[in-house]
């Protein structure tokens, strides 16, 4: 089975403009989280969709969002950057349904720096 | 409270030795219990995952679980220079829940 894909994997942008990265889990999974990872901070959740639906949210400003599509890739988007939005943007998929799942597995990530 | 505390390290060890990770956590419903590596600038990859207490063993890894403790660890035998990488601990609840990561140095 591939694994999870994100794409772009490198990003370089400037504060006020927006980005977009995409997601595509795992086959068969259906719950995909996205997660920014920063060298101070760790990895912190942003958010997860199962079904199309926002399942969970992590405690992150409106500016960032994202969807899910009825082919479980998901986007995520961020307006107005800022300088600290630079970070490792990693996605994850689960087999989870409903209630706890034994796991999720990484994509490569998408390394994002704002000028 | 953090739901997941471990310790960032950093550890160093020589080639040979026995490695010891851990986590405690706070939520006493956690049922899936994970590690992960993560190498400088890549993905974290799944190592491996238990559910409940008790071991589990893959090769040179050992994963184990103490609920009543709430700890869990990741013992890493006969370590290799390619075992140097940041150790994340993860868990299940209504959402996942990680550690910050122990940074491992394994020297030649």
């Known amino acids: 089975k591939a694994g999870v894909t994100q794409t772009p994997r490198y990003l370089i942008k400037t504060r006020g403009q927006q980005v977009t990265l995409s997601c595509s889990p795992i086959?068969?999974?259906?719950?995909v989280s996205w997660y920014q990872q920063t060298p101070g901070q760790g990895l912190q959740f942003l958010f997860e969709y199962f079904s199309e639906t926002q399942r969970n949210k992590g405690n992150f400003p409106g500016r960032f969002s994202g969807r899910q599509f009825s082919n479980s890739r998901s986007e995520m988007n961020v307006s107005t950057l800022e300088l600290g939005d630079s970070a490792l943007y990693l996605c994850?998929?689960?087999?989870?349904?409903?209630?706890?799942?034994?796991?999720?597995?990484f994509g490569p990530g998408t390394r994002l720096l704002v000028l | 409270q953090k739901e997941v505390e471990q310790d960032p390290g950093p550890l160093s060890v020589p080639e040979g030795a026995i490695v010891s990770l851990n986590c405690t956590y706070s939520n006493s419903a956690f049922q899936y219990f994970m590690w992960y590596r993560q190498y400088s600038r890549k993905g974290p990859e799944l190592l491996m995952y238990t559910y409940s207490s008790g071991n589990k063993e893959d090769g040179r890894f050992t994963a184990q679980v103490d609920k009543s403790s709430k700890y869990i660890s990741l013992f890493i035998r006969d370590s290799q220079p390619s075992d140097s990488a940041t150790y994340l601990c993860a868990m299940s609840g209504n959402q996942f829940y990680f550690g910050t990561g122990t940074s491992l140095t394994v020297i030649p």
């Open positions: 086959s068969g999974h259906r719950s």
């Open positions: 994850a998929s689960s087999p989870r349904t409903g209630g706890e799942a034994e796991t999720q597995y």
